[in-house]
């Protein structure tokens, strides 16, 4: 078993920047794919970015060159930073984790396919608005 706990959201002009981090427990961290995802209002959880346990990485595109995800596996932190926001990044944001890689090394894009059924440990969320 796997308890994820996200923090860092919060309200901020576009433009601004936010610092996603998701707090691991239960197991070995370092060996588990590591995924954030988003639930804007009204609108289905989408994909945002993973990291594998070997430390290869994917991004939708919607986020590409402005998000960028990282991990401390010793601390077991999982962390998403965030830049040049915009008002479409209004989200709930999710942490996710599996104890299966994506195979990013060799499969680097397909950020944009992530899915919900990737990932078996889910966190609570935490809220991110973007405002003008």
């Known amino acids: 078993q796997v308890q994820l706990v996200e923090s860092g959201g919060g309200a901020i002009k576009a433009g601004g920047s936010l610092n996603l981090s998701c707090v691991a427990s239960g197991a070995d961290y370092s060996m588990y794919s590591m995924g954030w995802f988003r639930q804007p209002p009204g609108k289905e959880r989408e994909g945002v970015a993973a990291?594998?346990?070997?430390?290869?990485?994917t991004y939708a595109e919607s986020v590409k060159g402005r998000f960028i995800i990282s991990k401390d596996n010793a601390k077991k932190i999982l962390y998403l930073r965030m830049d040049n926001l915009k008002l479409e990044d209004t989200a709930m944001y999710y942490c996710a984790a599996d104890p299966v890689d994506f195979g990013l090394a060799e499969n680097p894009d397909v950020g944009d396919s992530m899915s919900q059924a990737d990932f078996t440990y889910w966190g609570l969320g935490t809220e991110v608005t973007v405002f003008s």
């Open positions: 990291i594998d346990s070997d430390g290869s990485t």
